[in-house]
């Protein structure tokens, strides 16, 4: 079976990306008797070193990387995507499979395809990921062109795919679900390891801190982190420090980095919080390891992977009830109402104090993420592909 595949999100970083290199590894390994077929630009394979004797890069020359063009406040021109579906058209494959609906092109009429919706927060939270009605007009429009020609959606969660059947009406028999799970990089760390990476952060010998892992949008709530990490810190007689982890730069969602630069200015803790831009998976894993916690209090997460690889670690986390990671990582953290200052608060407060509570969850965290495997989630999509393609 010819199986065409979407890469044009495999550029995308740790999000969405992630899950698309993460998982096409998996399935070209499980399915060697299956030919996939990859169509992107240069941008996209670039990001994915090494690929199987089953994989075929078709490249299309674009007029802009989709990475850029189909970020939240731009759109990809007809012309590049209709260059898309030409190059589809002509190799014809048997079935499609776009890892994302985020960088979506239409298909050729009557191919099966499978599309991946990770989530309904954009439907959800119009406001705080989509930043004009422009924006918000393409990416509905694209949202229901995927959905009308997909047979199957694919999803990473149930708690996502009860969202999806609610939100955007689709027929749960339609929705499978395919997990994701940490990558091989995130695991325990030596105490040298994590003292070595606190020095090189910038950190003083003995402090404690907390983590952020990824984009810096609204909808991720780091107004209320900044916050409520200035309240310890004014509380505390040793002060935690804070370390984001994410480009400011570049960002294709919401610019956040003033509103968020002013908070800290405000509180006067600039010397505690730490913007340390993109750190590579073996620079992070030690700064995860050594962390009083992982914070990702979003207003939702159709996953939560930073949480999940935080917990490979052995990092307790302070995550979103509104998420699968009550579930996914239950006893291995603390899990609040977003939007819930104080719940957000109290939560940092009894990690950062309670040293013997960090390292049961910590241990049980490490437990649960372990138990999670990308293999598991390439079966899982590959039945979803080759039950569209009969």
């Avoid at 199987?52 to 990387?65: K, L, R, T, Y």
């Avoid at 405000?266 to 030690?286: I, K, N, Q, Y």
């Avoid at 050594?290 to 052995?314: D, Q, R």
């Avoid at 986390?317 to 939007?339: D, H, K, Q, Y």
Wanted: charge should be neutral; proline fraction near 7%.
């Amino acid at each position: 079976m010819v199986i065409g595949v979407d890469a044009t999100c495999w550029a995308n970083g740790r999000g969405y990306g992630r899950f698309a290199r993460e998982l096409m590894r998996e399935m070209t390994r499980a399915a060697p008797e299956d030919r996939f077929s990859c169509f992107g630009d240069r941008r996209s394979f670039e990001a994915y070193p090494d690929p199987a004797p089953n994989v075929e890069f078709i490249e299309v020359a674009m007029d802009e990387s989709p990475t850029v063009a189909a970020s939240a406040d731009s759109n990809r021109s007809p012309r590049d995507l209709l260059r898309l579906t030409r190059a589809v058209w002509r190799d014809r494959p048997d079935v499609f499979f776009s890892p994302s609906v985020y960088t979506y092109f239409p298909l050729p009429p009557g191919l099966p395809a499978v599309v991946t919706i990770h989530d309904t927060i954009p439907e959800r939270f119009p406001a705080l990921t989509l930043p004009s009605r422009r924006a918000r007009l393409f990416w509905n429009l694209k949202v229901r062109l995927a959905l009308a020609q997909a047979r199957t959606v694919l999803t990473v969660s149930d708690y996502s795919a009860r969202s999806i059947a609610e939100v955007l009406h689709v027929n749960p028999g339609r929705i499978r679900v395919a997990v994701e799970a940490p990558a091989p990089a995130y695991r325990p760390c030596s105490a040298d390891e994590i003292r070595a990476a606190a020095g090189a952060a910038g950190m003083p010998d003995d402090c404690d801190w907390f983590v952020y892992v990824g984009g810096f949008n609204p909808h991720k709530r780091l107004d209320l982190i900044l916050r409520a990490h200035a309240a310890l810190a004014a509380s505390q007689a040793s002060a935690p420090h804070l370390l984001l982890v994410g480009s400011r730069s570049g960002d294709v969602f919401h610019k956040e980095q003033g509103k968020l630069d002013a908070i800290v200015a405000e509180a006067g803790t600039t010397a505690l919080v730490h913007w340390l831009g993109f750190v590579s998976d073996e620079g992070l894993r030690p700064l995860l390891a050594g962390a009083a916690a992982s914070l990702l209090p979003s207003e939702a997460e159709g996953f939560g992977l930073p949480a999940v690889e935080a917990a490979a670690c052995g990092a307790p986390v302070v995550a979103t009830i509104e998420s699968p990671l009550p579930e996914l990582l239950a006893g291995g953290g603390l899990f609040v109402r977003p939007g819930d200052f104080d719940a957000l608060h109290d939560a940092m407060l009894r990690l950062l104090t309670d040293r013997t509570l960090r390292a049961v969850m910590g241990r049980v965290a490490q437990q649960r993420a372990s138990a999670l495997s990308w293999e598991r989630g390439a079966h899982q999509a590959l039945a979803a592909i080759h039950d569209a393609a009969r």
